[in-house]
């Protein structure tokens, strides 16, 4: 029998297979049916710190002070005492999970300042979570701001954490650091049990009629695993972080690269959103037919078998296989003269 198991933060899990944050996480049922198709673990979606605080901000508005200067208001304000905030939301949804899952349930936590990541993760650690994914969600585009200072911002929200939570703290990165290895190791370093690679900045359009800026919602495409590939065989084996692959992953093919590049788990989202849970089994089926017929006993002997340290050219990861690649286009006959 193949062992699928894997280390998650320091939690064993039944497979590597984990559904990242995303709507799917705020339906019961739909957990339950992702648990049932065998997700390994859920990741919950993710609680906004500036959505909450512009939520309190209305509420202390039109709650307790819409009635200032308006004594007879009084009796025709609404009673807030039964209204349920963005946090409390979270928080009895988090335990509602916990109740009814068997698997570990990660708290996803998208703050802007030290002192809200500490409030919020917290009231996450003592709702019951067993696990924090953190997501520093930053655009850098400040031209005074240099890139040590933005490395600064996110050693400085992770290390206030630690010294008020317990909990495994995965760090949910963006591709553009200009040293990805030396600041993971400094993230080690401050106390993080993993990171997520790579979180997916949704770009704004032009509306060309409207002559306006856009929000668009892109699904990720399978080719976003290729620098997934790159990064986590890159880094394994060179830090004892958790390894989470999150982007590209539609299928078996990309969850196979990934586990063989050396991550320890593998997100899915869009294609859980397109497919349905019934996605999950099937890729697991999948799996496991593939690793008997390469006669892998598991995952563990598996993980990492292509990672940079154990390739036999590392250089198919760095500047050298840039050389080949573009040596080896070559135009179509007749293209051009």
Same mark, same amino acid.
């Given at each position: 029998m193949i062992d699928l198991s894997t280390d998650y933060l320091g939690l064993t899990l039944k497979n590597p297979l984990v559904p990242s944050a995303s709507p799917l996480s705020k339906n019961i049922d739909t957990a339950l049916r992702l648990e049932d198709a065998g997700a390994a673990a859920l990741v919950m979606y993710s609680l906004f710190e500036e959505e909450l605080r512009a939520e309190d901000a209305m509420t202390d508005r039109f709650l307790l002070h819409s009635g200032i200067g308006h004594g007879e208001a009084d009796g025709f304000l609404p009673d807030g005492g039964d209204f349920q905030g963005g946090l409390e939301r979270y928080l009895s949804h988090l335990h509602q999970l916990k109740r009814r899952l068997e698997i570990p349930v990660v708290a996803s936590l998208n703050g802007v300042s030290p002192s809200g990541w500490v409030e919020l993760g917290r009231e996450l650690q003592q709702?019951?979570? !067993?696990?924090?994914?953190?997501?520093?969600?930053?655009?850098?585009? !400040?031209m005074q701001q240099s890139g040590a200072e933005v490395e600064a911002r996110y050693i400085e929200l992770l290390t206030e954490l630690r010294q008020v939570v317990s909990l495994p703290i995965v760090m949910k990165l963006s591709p553009y650091f200009s040293s990805l290895p030396h600041f993971v190791k400094q993230l080690e370093m401050a106390g993080a049990n993993g990171v997520a690679l790579f979180n997916r900045f949704y770009q704004p359009d032009i509306d060309l009629e409207a002559l306006r800026m856009v929000d668009q919602l892109h699904l990720s495409h399978r080719d976003e695993a290729l620098l997934r590939i790159r990064w986590i065989a890159i880094l394994h084996g060179r830090t004892r972080l958790t390894l989470a692959a999150t982007g590209g992953v539609h299928g078996l093919d990309e969850t196979l690269?990934?586990?063989?590049?050396?991550? /320890?788990?593998?997100?899915?989202?869009?294609?859980?959103?397109?497919?349905? $849970? !019934?996605?999950?089994?099937?890729?697991?089926?999948?799996?496991?037919?593939?690793?008997?017929?390469?006669?892998?006993?598991?995952?563990?002997?598996?993980?990492?078998?292509?990672?940079?340290?154990?390739? $036999? /050219? $590392?250089?198919?990861?760095? &500047?050298?296989?840039?050389? &080949?690649?573009? /040596?080896?286009?070559?135009?179509? $006959?007749?293209?051009?003269?």
């Open positions: 709702a019951g979570a !067993d696990a924090l994914e953190l997501n520093v969600y930053h655009v850098a585009a !400040d690269k990934l586990l063989l590049a050396g991550a /320890d788990v593998v997100h899915l989202a869009s294609c859980l959103l397109q497919h349905g $849970p !019934d996605k999950l089994t099937e890729i697991l089926a999948f799996l496991q037919n593939w690793m008997e017929e390469k006669e892998y006993e598991s995952v563990a002997q598996l993980k990492g078998s292509m990672s940079q340290q154990n390739l $036999p /050219d $590392p250089s198919v990861l760095a &500047r050298a296989s840039y050389l &080949r690649v573009l /040596d080896s286009f070559t135009t179509r $006959p007749g293209v051009w003269s």
